[in-house]
């Protein structure tokens, strides 16, 4: 039983691709989703849609039936048994079809709403799926948003075009240049499926509607036609075990059990099985394979019907004891008699270990948690990239021990003792805790939320350590005096600035003098406009508060010698630590011939 995944053309045994959907928040990934579930069954005559555990399968059949409508024209041979749609769109599920890091998932649909063309998780799902070299199409959904569009279900999407009206078409028309012209920007070609004469170098765009089903006929056909002329190869059956592991849930009546999509290869009842957990391998005995019963057979009461044995590809539910600690977003492996089980649970310990021994052994860093090694993944790669160092990492809902760990760097450096949960639970004891701590949760659901939020914290803490050492700060600054206004009380004098920069409350000293003590800047003019800074070669008139000075202009020092900022060994530390990012080379090698000036060991 339960063989629905695969189909036999010319002596090859194929089986359903795994399609992922990705796109921006609201562009209607679900509702698509939902859409191409639903309609498609209501048809009665097409054999149905199977709902799987975290797929459902769209057999050829159903595809056939639905594009009958324009099928004479298509003239294509269905070679594939039908599809696998994975059920939860998004970069979660897509982060999590891998295993030993290489992508799972055979082709994706990218959302794109038609009426607001690329946003921020489009563009991040472009680089997600040039990352995994992961083939995909363009559906632009909504497009019964265009103004005065009339809906033409079941008719091929460019017989739709000719029967709109002059302005619905031009509107249309404008909105895929837009798209088209915006996808270019990301160095991508593309084009409208029905002109795309170039597969291999253009993406193709679909227009859909997931409120009235318009172009996902179209959507399906172009997904298997696209499969079977460029990648068939890659989806043909092999008895290669290909299994990744989704979700891990407790089930009144089962226990914990894992959801998995099978890939490629079998899995039967009794087999011996190895998964990845957190204290190490988990070496376990399948009990039994679940699915939901078919639609149809809805006498059936209970929640699950159970399977002796199933083949690629297939989303199924697994029984088997001590479940409890597995990762979900890794491998499932299966044990053979003539198998080395050491070898295979190493494999299984290093899947993790991989993505765990990215993070830095210094151990001082913001506290990651995310739902699976998966996204756990994609989330410590993004972390690099804007340079944010981790401390601590963490899979699954977020714990009060969670809490306590992250606040272990409240010692180490301050402003990394925050919580960063990507689409985790926080358990309300852990936000209790937090609460009491004073540690930051930030709990996103997508990646690049973060990184504003990040930005804005570090940003305030940054903002306030300037604010705290504004005092103490001073910046390496040579001066030569080329004119006198005022000898005292204050100081007026016109200078050039020789290396480095003059800022407002900038300590002057002469060290050739003696060092001695001039005053602190108050005021900078340059063309008779008040400033804050001066740059090097900017000549400028400043007013020096010399009221704290115990020394005469004239008589401890006079303009001949150069002027110094006042550095000291204080004012070296706060800078760096205030504002060291922003310091340039030759600041730094200015700093360094100061030290030598001043004597700063
Ligand atoms: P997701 O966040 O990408 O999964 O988007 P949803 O499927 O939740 O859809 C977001 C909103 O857009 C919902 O209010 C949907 O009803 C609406 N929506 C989705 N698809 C379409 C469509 O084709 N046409 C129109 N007009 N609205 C849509």
Redesign the pocket.
């Known amino acids: 039983i339960a063989t629905a995944g695969t189909s036999v053309v010319e002596e090859k045994v194929y089986r359903s691709p795994i399609i992922c959907i990705l796109?921006?928040?609201?562009?209607?990934?679900?509702?698509?989703l939902d859409k191409i579930r639903h309609t498609n069954v209501q048809g009665g005559e097409a054999r149905g849609i199977t709902q799987q555990i975290g797929a459902s399968f769209i057999p050829v059949e159903n595809i056939k039936e639905q594009t009958k409508a324009f099928a004479e024209k298509v003239k294509m041979e269905f070679k594939l048994p039908g599809l696998l749609l994975i059920d939860t769109?998004g970069h979660e599920s897509f982060n999590n079809l891998r295993s030993r890091g290489s992508g799972l998932c055979d082709f994706a649909i990218l959302?794109i709403d038609i009426m607001h063309g690329l946003e921020a998780q489009t563009i991040e799902s472009i680089n997600l799926l040039r990352m995994r070299k992961t083939p995909f199409i363009v559906a632009l959904?909504?497009?019964?948003?265009i103004y005065d569009w009339k809906p033409c279900v079941n008719t091929e999407f460019k017989e739709a075009i000719k029967l709109q009206s002059r302005a619905a078409a031009q509107e249309f028309d404008s909105k895929v240049k837009e798209t088209i012209a915006a996808l270019a920007g990301q160095e991508l070609n593309a084009e409208l499926y029905w002109r795309n004469k170039d597969i291999k170098n253009y993406v193709s765009l679909v227009p859909?509607?997931?409120?009235?089903g318009e172009g996902i006929s179209d959507l399906m056909l172009v997904v298997m036609q696209l499969m079977q002329k460029r990648m068939i190869e890659k989806v043909v059956f092999t008895e290669q075990l290909q299994c990744t592991l989704l979700e891990v849930k407790v089930i009144e009546g089962y226990g914990t059990t894992i959801d998995v999509i099978l890939v490629n290869g079998s899995l039967n009842e009794g087999d011996k099985i190895v998964v990845s957990g957190f204290n190490g391998p988990i070496e376990t005995t399948i009990r039994s394979l679940l699915t939901p019963p078919p639609l149809r057979e809805s006498r059936i009461k209970s929640q699950y019907i159970q399977l002796k044995s199933i083949r690629a590809a297939m989303g199924v539910k697994i029984v088997a004891p001590g479940l409890e600690k597995a990762v979900p977003g890794t491998s499932l492996y299966v044990v053979n008699d003539d198998d080395d089980i050491e070898k295979i649970k190493a494999d299984a310990k290093k899947e993790v270990d991989n993505v765990l021994n990215d993070i830095d052994t210094s151990g001082v860093g913001v506290s990651v948690q995310a739902s699976t090694l998966g996204s756990l993944e994609a989330f410590l790669s993004f972390l690099k990239k804007i340079k944010v160092p981790v401390g601590n990492v963490a899979i699954g809902p977020v714990h009060k021990k969670n809490i306590m760990s992250a606040a272990i760097m409240k010692d180490k450096d301050p402003k990394y003792a925050i919580l960063l949960a990507f689409d985790v639970k926080i358990e309300e004891s852990a936000q209790q805790t937090a609460n009491d701590m004073k540690i930051t949760i930030m709990s996103e659901d997508t990646i690049y939320l973060f990184e504003q939020r990040l930005k804005d914290h570090f940003g305030a803490i940054k903002d306030k350590l300037r604010e705290e050492t504004a005092g103490t700060c001073v910046w390496p600054c040579l001066l030569e005096v080329v004119k006198v206004f005022h000898k005292a009380d204050p100081i007026v004098v016109g200078v050039k600035v020789k290396e480095g920069s003059l800022r407002i409350g900038t300590p002057i000293c002469v060290p050739e003098s003696n060092n001695a003590f001039v005053g602190t800047v108050t005021s900078i003019k340059n063309n008779e406009k008040e400033v804050t800074i001066a740059k090097k070669d900017d000549t400028v008139s400043i007013g020096i508060d010399d009221s704290a000075a115990k020394t005469t202009f004239g008589r401890h020092y006079d303009e001949k010698k150069t002027w110094f900022s006042r550095i000291s060994r204080e004012s070296l530390d706060s800078l760096k630590e205030a504002w060291g990012e922003e310091l340039t080379k030759s600041d730094i090698q200015l700093l360094k011939y100061m030290k030598t000036v001043f004597k700063i060991q």
């Open positions: 796109g921006h928040v609201d562009t209607g990934k679900t509702s698509l769109p959302v959904n909504k497009v019964d948003r859909t509607s997931a409120h009235t």
